[in-house]
């Protein structure tokens, strides 16, 4: 097992060509899928861009509760993350210790990136997720809080790939900072609600929350186009949802953009991420998500 302290992560030059500028376009993706059903499995898509990962799986683990989840998706593979969360609350959660270590580090506020391989995960939790499921390894970006939770995003390959090199997991540390904070923005544009695996319920969640602070000061017609845009619909969705043409929503737009001091849609997403506390490298990207190693 390997733990990295995101504070203590110095960035480095990335060997593979392109690795930077595949990353970028990967993070722009993820973030343009916030606030959308499956919100996990596009965002796997995505993040597929820049590195081949089979699954990705969302939730929170408390000190004195079971754990919630927040959603899975798959590409490439055959999609059991429903499944193995089922497995996982029905108590393999409370013998899980592949977090505890993690969870020191991480708490407080802090975040870590770790690294497992099936064959270092203690033998019922491997054959009940790893092996039935085909999954070689896991990388797990967590992030602390106050309350001695930790919130995981999760993030696998399969049998078929090969493990992850150390130079990947520089990238996904490099990663981590941003893609905390778009999915602690997701939730914050949903209502993010306990799975109850007795009902089979394991999607994401849709419901929308009350609209972000960043757009509070912003006239009616101006923060509903903004509120869509953040949830990544197009223009002509929130023309016919909204009961205008496309065009006025273009105008909306370049208004609420101009009352912001924002050029482009990625600057808005930067925004609010900041709000989210995300990473201060995002801010101010013109055109597209900047990375700390970039």
């Known amino acids: 097992m390997d733990l990295i302290p995101l504070k203590q992560c110095a960035p480095r030059q990335l060997d593979p060509a392109g690795a930077p500028e595949r990353a970028s376009l990967a993070l722009a993706g993820v973030i343009g899928c916030t606030g959308q059903p499956n919100f996990s499995a596009k965002a796997l898509t995505e993040l597929?861009?820049?590195?081949?990962?089979?699954?990705?799986?969302?939730?929170?683990?408390?000190?004195?509760?079971?754990?919630?989840?927040?959603g899975g998706g798959a590409f490439g593979i055959a999609d059991g993350?429903?499944?193995?969360?089922?497995?996982?609350?029905?108590?393999?959660?409370?013998r899980d210790r592949t977090f505890l270590a993690a969870r020191e580090v991480a708490d407080g506020g802090d975040a870590v990136v770790t690294r497992w391989h099936a064959r270092e995960i203690p033998l019922e939790h491997r054959k009940a997720i790893y092996i039935r499921h085909g999954l070689r390894e896991r990388v797990s970006l967590v992030e602390g809080d106050a309350s001695?939770?930790?919130?995981?995003?999760?993030?696998?390959?399969?049998?078929?790939?090969?493990?992850?090199?150390?130079?990947?997991?520089?990238?996904?540390?490099?990663?981590?900072?941003?893609?905390?904070?778009?999915?602690?923005?997701?939730?914050?544009?949903?209502?993010?609600?306990?799975?109850?695996?007795?009902?089979?319920?394991?999607?994401?969640?849709?419901?929308?929350?009350?609209?972000?602070?960043?757009?509070?000061?912003?006239p009616r017609r101006e923060r509903e186009v903004c509120q869509r845009l953040l949830r990544g619909w197009t223009y002509d969705g929130i023309a016919a949802d909204l009961g205008i043409s496309a065009g006025t929503v273009k105008t909306y737009r370049n208004r609420a953009f101009e009352r912001m001091g924002l050029h482009h849609r990625n600057e808005l997403f930067a925004k609010a991420l900041a709000e989210a506390g995300g990473a201060p490298a995002l801010a101010g990207a013109a055109g597209s998500a900047a990375l700390p190693v970039a």
């Open 48 to 70: 597929n861009r820049a590195l081949p990962m089979c699954w990705m799986s969302v939730y929170k683990l408390f000190p004195d509760a079971p754990p919630e989840s927040y």
């Open 148 to 218: 001695g939770g930790v919130l995981a995003v999760n993030l696998y390959r399969g049998m078929a790939q090969p493990s992850f090199r150390d130079d990947e997991v520089d990238l996904l540390c490099s990663l981590a900072p941003p893609l905390l904070a778009t999915v602690k923005l997701h939730l914050r544009l949903t209502a993010a609600q306990q799975v109850e695996e007795s009902q089979g319920d394991g999607g994401d969640v849709v419901a929308l929350n009350p609209e972000p602070s960043a757009l509070a000061e912003l």
């Open 81 to 94: 993350t429903r499944d193995s969360w089922r497995v996982y609350r029905q108590g393999l959660y409370s």
